[in-house]
């Protein structure tokens, strides 16, 4: 029988296995109220849990109130965002098999800011938003009102919110977590020069620059526990002359690693309204290629990619140990179908849908088993 193709083979994070390595890339939904899940978010995971991909990533989840992007978005820091949570999850294990991660984040100085439905732009405090924390007193974009610069007290807060929120990850049963460090959030505001002008030991070198995200890595590794994967997802790249760069992405991925991380998903930009994005199919796998080159942990790569034969030559040639797909996803919500289709793999599909299959020389079939996760 010939060799099934590498996008549909399974791949280890930790201690987590996934039956191929096709990801669901967060997408937040700003659908959320006062940080709960709502119907709509088991409707939207509902519909991508049974797409047949290996992993499905919750979106950006604030660790603390003030951590939301949007007042729409996740929460995981009260107990009724864990309850609303709990729904969701307890839907979704009792109707599928696939592994479920989640994605914890703090917005820093892009928080209070409206769905992009909306514009996007900062809520100030009488329009029910909230002032902001950042590194550095240094707005996103120009003319917006400066965030509070972050006081060590601050730091030591966010971090335990980080921990707090990694046990009620692990409490809800997620598989993975995947640390958000990356499209100008705090974590990235830390790690950028362009936006940590610090002179305490957290800003500065780039050993200060990295002292928070490392924190928060450490705390959030040793509170989920031996039985889920913890991994992070990075910008390689501000775009930006003098800003964070591939080179101090490669020191930061081996600290990393070094610290038990599972995997790496590497993405660019976001900390800058000067950068410059070459944006085209699969712009962001050279970065991925560079860090898998230095690592040993696996690697994600993601940003367009958007065809079969083009994710299976990514990690069929070795620039990336899987990819991670947003867009495409939500567009096709059966992509992993269609690829599996083409290139000879197979998915499990739930039973109810065996009638419509994609023809194609893969076999998209399986069992649902109820219940048993
Ligand atoms: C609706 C939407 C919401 C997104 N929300 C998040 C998020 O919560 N966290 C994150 O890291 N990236 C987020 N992204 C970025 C995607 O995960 C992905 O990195 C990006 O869209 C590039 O991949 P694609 O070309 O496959 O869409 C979002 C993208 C979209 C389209």
């Known amino acids: 029988m010939a060799n099934p193709p590498k996008l549909f083979t399974p791949i280890s994070l930790g201690p987590i296995t996934l039956p191929n390595r096709i990801m669901v890339s967060p997408m937040c939904q700003y659908s959320a109220c006062e940080g709960n899940a709502s119907q709509w978010h088991l409707?939207?995971?509902?519909?991508?849990?049974?797409?047949?991909?290996?992993?499905?990533?919750?979106?950006?989840?604030?660790?603390?109130?003030?951590?939301?992007?949007?007042?729409?978005?996740?929460?995981?820091?009260s107990d009724a965002n864990e309850a609303a949570l709990d729904t969701v999850l307890k839907t979704l294990r009792a109707t599928c098999s696939i592994p479920l991660a989640i994605q914890l984040?703090?917005?820093?100085?892009?928080?209070?800011?409206?769905?992009?439905?909306?514009?996007?732009?900062?809520?100030?405090?009488?329009?029910?938003?909230?002032?902001?924390l950042a590194p550095s007193p240094m707005p996103q974009k120009p003319g917006e009102a400066a965030p509070r610069e972050m006081t060590i007290a601050d730091i030591e807060r966010v971090v335990s919110a980080f921990a707090a929120a990694a046990r009620r990850a692990q409490r809800l049963g997620f598989d993975?977590?995947?640390?958000?460090?990356?499209?100008?959030?705090?974590?990235?505001?830390?790690?950028?020069?362009?936006?940590?002008?610090?002179?305490?030991?957290?800003?500065?070198?780039?050993?200060?620059?990295?002292?928070?995200?490392?924190?928060?890595?450490?705390?959030?590794?040793?509170?989920?526990?031996?039985?889920?994967?913890?991994?992070?997802?990075?910008?390689?790249?501000?775009?930006?002359?003098?800003?964070w760069d591939v080179a101090q992405s490669i020191t930061l991925c081996q600290k990393l690693e070094s610290m038990g991380c599972a995997f790496l998903d590497v993405s660019t930009a976001g900390v800058s309204d000067l950068q410059k994005i070459p944006v085209g199919p699969g712009y962001q796998v050279p970065f991925a290629e560079e860090i898998k080159r230095e690592v040993s942990i696996p690697v994600i790569s993601v940003g367009l990619i958007t065809q079969p034969r083009q994710a299976e030559e990514i990690v069929s040639t070795g620039k990336a140990d899987m990819v991670a797909l947003a867009r495409a996803m939500l567009n096709n919500p059966r992509w992993p179908w269609t690829a599996a289709a083409e290139l000879g793999g197979t998915v499990i599909a739930?039973?109810?849908?065996?009638?419509?299959?994609?023809?194609?020389?893969?076999?998209?079939?399986?069992?649902?088993?109820?219940?048993?996760?």
Request: charged share 15%; glycine share 16%; proline share 6%.
């Open 43 to 77: 409707v939207h995971l509902g519909s991508l849990a049974i797409s047949g991909a290996g992993l499905l990533c919750l979106e950006a989840t604030g660790v603390e109130p003030e951590g939301r992007i949007t007042p729409g978005c996740l929460g995981l820091y």
């Open 176 to 243: 993975v977590i995947e640390l958000h460090m990356a499209h100008g959030y705090l974590m990235h505001q830390f790690l950028s020069p362009l936006a940590n002008r610090r002179s305490d030991a957290y800003g500065g070198s780039l050993e200060n620059r990295m002292r928070f995200p490392l924190e928060v890595f450490e705390r959030v590794f040793a509170a989920a526990g031996s039985s889920m994967a913890v991994g992070v997802r990075i910008s390689a790249t501000d775009w930006v002359e003098g800003g």
């Open 350 to 373: 739930p039973k109810q849908y065996w009638r419509c299959l994609p023809a194609g020389p893969g076999t998209i079939f399986g069992e649902i088993i109820y219940g048993q996760r």
């Open 105 to 132: 984040s703090h917005a820093g100085r892009k928080g209070s800011s409206s769905a992009p439905w909306e514009g996007g732009g900062l809520i100030g405090e009488s329009r029910g938003g909230w002032l902001p």
